[in-house]
Nanobody, 130 residues
């Protein structure tokens, strides 16, 4: 399983960015892919997920309404469109993958966390200036 993020950078508050996660080494329809972010001294925060078998998408409270997760038609890239960015969105953004059964099990027993995902990219820095 390989995941490579790109698309981070510096943007002014109110602006938009689209992050990309190139995925390979697994059958997308058997996995779930998610986007997370992390700032120093804080836990990794889940933002959005896509469930490969049925392409259903899920959002955390912090991303709902401003962020959109999607894939390309070949399901080789997972995107995170981020709009109306705020300085507090500054973080390293990661994509991650886990087998679909693990994702649905986590949902059923109390929620998806970073521990649900076993494969991670290296991250891409997003900085939002005031």
């Amino acid at each position: 399983v390989q995941l490579v993020e790109s698309g981070g950078g510096l943007v002014q508050a109110g602006g938009s960015l689209r992050l990309s996660c190139a995925v390979s080494g697994f059958t997308f329809e058997h996995y779930a892919v998610g986007w997370f972010r992390q700032v120093p001294d804080r836990e990794r925060e889940g933002l959005a997920y896509i469930h490969g078998p049925d392409s259903k998408v899920y959002y955390s409270d912090s991303s709902q309404g401003r962020f959109t997760i999607s894939t390309d038609s070949a399901k080789r890239t997972v995107y995170l469109q981020m709009n109306s960015l705020k300085p507090e969105d500054t973080a390293v953004y990661y994509c991650a993958a886990t087998q679909a059964w693990a994702f649905t099990t986590a949902q059923a027993i109390g929620g998806v966390t970073s521990g649900t995902f076993g494969s991670w990219g290296r991250g891409t820095q997003v900085t939002v200036s005031a």
